[in-house]
């Protein structure tokens, strides 16, 4: 089993920044995993965000986020960063990572999750 504890959510002003944080634990939690971040607003689908392989040579972003967020992870820690730029109102959602055996953009192949933490931008 893995788990995974998101934190760094909260209230900000459109424009300013967050960075969130994943911390991961557990026996099978290895050179083999890699990590997703994904977004669920009210009433909508959860939605790829970014996404990291263990090695950190493939990244993947959604098209909406190109530019402005970025994922990374340390994995002497265990534990990886979606830091959030130039944020706006449509970026309110429940931000959730994920582990898995590939960077994946879609949430299934990703069995381990984490409890989510509230990001929400005022306008």
């Given amino acids: ?5 998101e934190s760094g959510g909260g209230l900000v002003q459109a424009g300013g920044s967050l960075r969130l944080s994943c911390a991961a634990s557990g026996r099978t939690f290895s ?33 909406s986020v190109k530019g402005l967020f970025t994922i990374s992870r340390d994995n002497a820690k265990n534990t990886v960063y979606l830091q959030m730029n130039s944020l706006k109102p ?11 055996p590939v960077p994946a953009q879609s949430p299934r192949p990703y069995p381990y999750w984490g409890q989510g933490t509230q990001v929400t931008v005022s306008s």
Wanted: with cysteine.
């Fill in 1 to 5: 089993q893995v788990q995974l504890v």
């Fill in 31 to 63: 050179s083999n995993t890699a990590m997703g971040w994904f977004r669920q607003a009210p009433g909508k689908e959860r939605e790829f965000v970014a996404s990291i392989s263990w090695s950190t040579a493939i990244i993947y972003y959604a098209d």
């Fill in 90 to 100: 449509e970026d309110t959602a429940v931000y959730y990572c994920a582990a898995g």
